[in-house]
């Protein structure tokens, strides 16, 4: 079975957020465990930009030579579950956009502003999510008594 050239693109295009998405989210871990050991390690430099960006086209390459039974059975599962990971990781993405361009927190972020940072980024998804899933249950179809 052929995918048409939409479908490529579209595995293409969720290959590139998602393997971009999975580094920076990596980097963010990185940045907090070296917090918590009491180090400094602000993100600087073209490496922390190009990585995410080097692996989001990795992983487009491949999720563009996948055949479609593969697709079928990656992305077959619930809506639900396929709506609950894009809220959360299109959240996560705009939240480390914000931090790492703005720059709201000056050069260098306290103990003080990092509760902040993980109210920002765990809590909207969070709610989304829980949104989410009580209107699936308050607006599902009874089942049928046959």
Known sequence: MERSTLTAWSLRIAGFIVGAGIVVALEFVLVMIAHNMGYRLVPRG????????????????????MKASDVDRIFGG???????????????????AY???ADPFGGYISSREWPTIYKWMLMPPA??????LLYQWAFRKPPSRT
């Open 78 to 96: 619930s809506i639900i579950v396929k709506q609950c990971v894009a809220v959360a990781v299109g959240w996560q993405l705009v939240v480390f």
């Open 127 to 132: 709610v989304a999510v829980v949104l989410l």
């Open 46 to 65: 073209l490496g922390w930009i190009a990585l995410p960006i080097g692996v989001g086209v990795l992983v487009s390459q491949i999720a563009a030579s």
């Open 99 to 101: 931090i790492f361009m």
